[in-house]
């Protein structure tokens, strides 16, 4: 019996590597193994396209089609031409290279993109007498080259668009945290996907809309235009209908309540509009209001990433405590997860952590941290507990 399982790596960032793997074996990935940053995996074509609309902690989806030594310029492009690029594509498509180099070699990752965009057009050129165009904005097909020293993977981006992309964020607030760490740090923190969940610095909805998306199990990427292997020479248009059909049907029910809140106008204005965008505006409520002067439920499940170091107006010790007594005072019984690149700083809260987890934000060093604010009696903390 043939075998259409092929590898593939899912890519993401530091500290979702875990999380990403458990996503695809939920999902029903094969051979699932978590690298730095990444997770490879095995499955068949219709499992490709399934990885890209559901998960979400991936960044992108590569398909590898070549593996190789080269040790200068002349050997990469003799080794990238004798791939047949005419069987991943056609002459009347267009395509765009990108490339990471991690070699002493290979120092630049453009010059390494270049070298691969002239084997494509070369090839092309030697069989057709004609090339395909470059599109580097909205390419039909993505080439990724990846050289460690010596050795060079060739993979095809199934993705196209990076995968944080989700299609329903049309504006944002300064610093707008990224999709995928959003759905990152509400998988890695403990919600039950039943209690209520708020956001008190909601910025531009993400983690909003990211929870309501998680609660109600609809895929992460049921919004995008398009995906990469849309523009594949195999693509299978009635298996990628069905896979989108049976993914939809697998949406649950959640009971809970969905709010956010901002203290800016404009924040408020453009959460809104982006949930409004993700078809979630009876799920998701904002309002505008000042953190530390607003209350929420009891058992109320927070996640919030409040402004770092240089958009904190006032000092960022006297911020941080504010937040901590704010906590204290206003959020009795509650579990709060805080993300921070201010790792020094968060001392400050004034409230002693029960988990905390390394993360990366873009660039940022960061800390998610649990705090749990009980009501004051060990027989309030155990009913959170149970």
Known sequence: MKD??????????????????EEL????AQNVKPINRAVSFKGDKGFMYKANLNLRTALRILKPIAHFQAHDEKELYRKLCEIDWTEFFDLDSTFATHATTHSEIFTHSKYASLVMKDAIADTFRKKFDKRPNVDAEIPDVSINLHIAKHTCTVSLDSSGNSLHKRGYKTDAVIAPMNEVLAAGLILLSDWNRISNFHDPMCGSGTLLIEA???AYNIPANIF?????????????????EMIKEVSLEKEKHYY????????????????????DNALMYDNIKVTKSDFFETEVEPETFVIFNPPYGERIDLGVNDFYEKVGTTLKHKYEGCRIWLISSDIENMKFIGLRPSRKIRVMNGKLDCSFRKFEVYEGSKKAKKQIES
Do not use: P
């Open 4 to 21: 259409d399982n092929f590898y593939m790596l899912a890519k993401t960032m530091f500290g979702l590597e875990e999380v990403l793997a």
């Open 25 to 28: 074996r939920k999902l029903g």
């Open 212 to 214: 309501a998306l998680i």
């Open 224 to 240: 995008r235009d398009k995906f990469g292997f849309e523009g594949w020479k195999d693509f299978d248009e009635e298996l990628w």
């Open 256 to 275: 809970g309540k969905i709010t956010g809140s901002d203290n800016f106008q404009k924040a408020v204005r453009i959460s809104r509009e982006n949930i």
